[in-house]
């Protein structure tokens, strides 16, 4: 009996633990923001980011420089990185797949590889010629004044190394993130 009554428990609990993580990132590439949310709440609003060289939409090459829209998920975190920390997305996803597949992008094998990637919860691949290595990022060593007059990267979403600290106590892999 003890057993019985001990699995519904732990059932419960874990289901309060995920259901209380339902916190997600919403970047706003016309307001240049980040929101971090939970529902429709705003937990907290980061201005003043920079988005690709070329503004976003739908990132067709590598070297577009353009920021995918869209709805993908923390892949990795490198807290290590360059740009001071990096939070890798889930690029390309199935519908940047679908359709580059239905452009003629990609060949049936890439999008298989990159459909498969998903279906296992698992970073597509990054070299495809969808491009990789999007994400949100810090500066690092880059110069603030620059950060703030113009969108500069090669299709991340980058903030302050001081705003990225405040994004990381909300940021965990799998969290997800819209862009629009």
């Not at 705003?163 to 892999?173: G, N, P, T, Y």
Request: aromatic share 8%; proline share 4%; charged share 25%.
């Amino acid at each position: 009996m003890i057993r019985i009554g001990v699995f519904p428990i732990l059932f419960l609990l874990a289901s309060n633990a995920y259901a209380s993580n339902d916190v997600w990132l919403l970047i706003d590439t016309d307001a240049l923001t980040l929101e971090v949310k939970k529902g429709e709440q705003t937990l907290e609003r980061l201005e003043n980011i920079a988005i690709g060289r070329n503004g976003a939409g739908v990132k067709e090459l590598r070297g577009d420089d353009v920021t995918p829209l869209g709805t993908y998920k923390i892949g990795w975190i490198n807290e290590k990185s360059s740009f001071y920390r990096f939070f890798g997305l889930s690029y390309p996803s199935v519908d940047n797949a679908y359709a580059a597949l239905d452009k003629g992008l990609i060949d049936p094998l890439t999008f298989e590889t990159i459909v498969e990637a998903h279906q296992k919860h698992s970073i597509p691949p990054q070299n495809t010629p969808l491009g990789g290595q999007i994400g949100i990022h810090g500066l690092g060593r880059g110069d603030e004044k620059i950060h703030r007059t113009m969108n500069w990267t090669h299709g991340c979403i980058a903030l302050t190394n001081r705003q990225i600290d405040r994004l990381s106590k909300w940021v965990d892999k799998e969290i997800t993130v819209q862009i629009k």
